[in-house]
Nanobody, 129 residues
């Protein structure tokens, strides 16, 4: 089974940048679809970004507005989320998920992974002045 560990979160001022990492063990991620989700206290979990392995397609939540980029380093078996121009509204726990189905489904303004996806424990991102 896939084991995922997120890292790179922390405290950053508005307008700052962070790069989150999702490192996998027990499986090679290059054939998996990878999604980044976030959940703020009292709010529902929402999709941030997703990358398919089947065709390399990427998806971003509407709130991203061009500020974030998802990428993959196959040599390190790691997926990244580069986040720039961070806003206080970005404060949340960020989770990565790996789906052996290999593709993300985009519908109704968000994206979905299958029930076979494995999830990490999350990393805290706090954007505050």
């Amino acid at each position: 089974q896939v084991q995922l560990v997120e890292s790179g979160g922390g405290l950053v001022q508005p307008g700052g940048s962070l790069r989150l990492s999702c490192a996998a063990s027990g499986v090679t991620l290059d054939h998996y679809a990878i999604g980044w989700y976030r959940q703020a206290p009292g709010k529902e979990r929402e999709g941030v970004s997703c990358v398919s392995s089947s065709d390399g397609s990427t998806y971003y939540g509407d709130f991203v507005k061009g500020r974030f980029t998802i990428s993959r380093d196959n040599a390190k078996n790691t997926v990244y989320l580069q986040m720039n121009a961070l806003e206080p509204e970005d404060t949340a726990v960020y989770y990565c998920a790996a789906d052996p189905r290999s593709f993300c489904t985009y519908s109704s303004g968000t994206f979905y992974l299958s029930a076979f996806a494995s999830w990490g424990q999350g990393t805290q991102v706090t954007v505050s002045s």
